[in-house]
């Protein structure tokens, strides 16, 4: 019943911009927090920014004052605004939804497949 399709990954230099995308798909239910994480090549994967329903955001410290987390309740869709970026950034970048039904009776996390940033020079 649902889907997360993201789109924007690709190369970049350093101190390029990248927008990534998220959409959720053929779902009935409601579209709570929305979040982005990243995992590069021997690591574990790493929360980078969240956006609630109410459109507060949180961001790990690493990307504060260069990431900007959106959303478009009207139409289930999120975006990563990724300025000055830097080599560390290269991972698989995540996008991950918060579901719930309308009486909150159950939560469902489901995850895009994820697409590939590179920062290189």
């Known amino acids: 019943q649902v889907n997360l399709v993201e789109s924007g990954g690709g190369l970049v230099q350093p101190g390029g911009s990248l927008t990534l995308s998220c959409a959720a798909t053929?779902?009935?239910?409601?579209?709570?927090?929305m979040a982005w994480y990243r995992q590069a090549p021997g690591k574990s994967r790493e929360w980078v920014a969240t956006i609630t329903e109410d459109h507060n955001t949180e961001y790990v410290d690493s990307v504060k004052g260069r990431f900007t987390i959106s959303r478009d309740n009207t139409k289930n869709t999120m975006q990563l605004q990724m300025n000055s970026l830097k080599s560390e950034d290269s991972a698989v970048y995540y996008c991950?939804?918060?579901?719930?039904?309308?009486?909150?009776?159950?939560?469902?996390?489901?995850w895009g497949r994820g697409t590939q940033v590179t920062v290189s020079s």
């Open positions: 991950k939804v918060k579901l719930t039904d309308y009486a909150m009776a159950w939560e469902h996390d489901a």
């Open positions: 053929e779902t009935i239910f409601v579209v709570r927090d």
